[in-house]
């Protein structure tokens, strides 16, 4: 399954599912992103990591490696 | 029992979530100088505050560092969390004050929630309605507080509307809560199950969607996509209600120039440029007159007291180490209303999500940036800030190479040293080298990071993982009365932290400098009064204490091309670099008053020769051989009592001491040498 680290820039998604295994699991749901939200790529750093985000109602970077525990639809 | 209550004084913390307009609150609330955090969990330190002098309500409000959840995932969150639990000099909050932005509702009521089910008493300040305002919406008080079953009161962080009503809520919950027992919180579970996080937001979008309606707004800019859109909105369409979680466009508009991959990086390193030029810059007259201004006080009382043992202390002791501490005061400000400004626009955290990348690579953490810079002033609120990473092993290493980042205390240092090898009219130069030695030292911290981090299990012996997870607030123009607060409680902080110890040390210089013989006999004939003076005052040191300790260690001065009088200024900078400066200007006893104070020592300092041999002291090669020492010493007591206090134990600190100080040594030794050997004097 896709994964948002894969998204193209300004592509909009519904999350599917978070990977429990990932170390950062928990505060990446703590932080919003849970199964039904929409998100949306809004923005890449230098070298394409970390990622930017538009969650509910604001902006979260994420490193590409834990935008990997990301499962989108 | 209830005479009791009126004696007792309630605690009220307050929390929220980053970004959510927790420390504008407190702002209002105790009007005392705090900084609002926009840059995610930048409230490093707690700050208490009376309600009863501006309210009349008997009791402490704790501000603390934002927090997402009631899991800690870094130190300062941890530092909130476990006061929350059981504060080790307040205890458990009779009351929580929760900040919640109205405009991201569901992702701030996860906490909101957390703390209700808790059982702790919450009273929630609604914040950003106007934001969630101009999208046609609004937060129903009324509803809201009935579904979370606690009082709701919105504020608006702008003006300061709804900040009577919050106290007078306070109020009427504190009466109510001080009749029954204290709350004893149910203990959150350290590490809840990912199914009952995600069952918890299920609840809350609930919530949400009963609480949020549509607003209609001011008719007055009405156009016609607008009443479209809210005709939309009288029918209950999901669809259209999702846009009240729609991110502020202007704010997406910015970042696609500011995180760009070309001019997001220009922009970055000129930021970063007219930062560190105004530190330079606009801070240079100020320090200059703040060190005209002692230098002025210092003579003055000379001349009041009379030329004796206790006019001295006063003059060259007591006036001339006050000096030394207020003249970092202007630079500090300085740098900190610069990060102030940057932190409050929102710019920093965007800052971090463009270096971390780079700074990854080298074991440390884009949130790396924030402890970095500070560095640039003082490595002690430098290694305060550091608490925002939650990696254990990033953060440590970021605390190991802050000293290397040449803080304002080496400003005058090096300031002095580089007008000695270009004097009069090239002083340009040496700005320019001044810019250099700046870059010199990011590059150290880089590399000596990227060599502790290959080796990083024997030396800092963490290895968890590596998280970059950080908010990118909207933008907005900064609060200036925010910014200056914050700019006003970094010089304090600085001033109680260093100021002390620097003023202690350079009354025990004075001492060490002036003492046993105080009164030296002198042959006093055929001399003018100056010189008289003058020849007491060489020979006063010249049997001084500091001498004796001077000539002890001078074995270990002469390899790096220096004698006695050089290492016993080393060993008083030991205990803070800036007194480096000062020191040398004691042993030196410069006492030309006509000029100012670093011209007089850069003369002195040019007629200063080792023993009676005629060679000269300081010579370009020892001069450049001091830089590279001060670039690389860990020459400050402070620094490494906090770096014990925020590692958390004695390792870390003396393996940067042992380390930079032999770095240092050999440096040097190779530096003066390798300059004399290429020929150079």
Redesign the interface.
Known sequence: MKTASQLEYGERVIIDSIDEKHPSSRRIIEIGFTPGQEIQLVNKSIFNDPLAFSVRGTVIAIRKNEAECIKVS | MIPNILDKTALITLVGSP?SGKTTLFNYLSGSNVKTSNYPGATVEYSVSRLLGKYNINANLLDSPGI??L?P?SPDEKVTVSSLFNHPRFGVPDLIVVTA?S?????HL?LVKQLIACRFNVVLALTMQDILLKKGFKVSIEKLSEELNCDVVSIDGRNGNGVDKLIRVINKNLKEILLRDKVIPLPYEK?SD?QE??KT??EIELISDNVIEPAPQNGRKLNLKKANEQLHILNPDPEIK?N????DQR??KI??IL?H?IW??VVFFLIMAVTFTSIFWLAQPIMDLVSNIFGFLADEALVILGNNWFGDFISSGLITGIGSVMVFVPQIMILFLILGLLEDTGYL?RGA??I???L?KIGLN?KSFVPMISGFACAIPAMMAARTIPNKRERLLTIFIIPLLSCSARLPIFALLLAFLFPGPKAWIGGLVMAGIYILSIFNSVVIAAIINKFAKNILKETD?S????????YRAPKIRVVTNNMISSARAYLRKAGPVILVLSIAIWFLTSFPNYKPPVNMHNHSQQENLQLENSERLANSYAADMGKFIEPVMRPIGMDWRVGVSLIAAFTAREVFVSSLALIFKVTDQSETLQASMVKAMNDATIGNTGQKLFTPSTIIGLIAFFLFAMQCLSTVAVSRKETGSWRIPVLQLIFFSSLAYIITFITVNGLRALGMA
């Open positions: 970004n997402v959840s899991n995932n932005d405009s991201q509702l569901t992702r996860f590490e990912r996080l995600i937001y299920t999702k009240c979680y729609e991110v704010t997406l970042d696609k995180l991959k997001g990086l955290a999500m463009l971390d990348r780079p990854s884009g993982n998280s970059f997870i950080l908010e990118l607030p909207a």
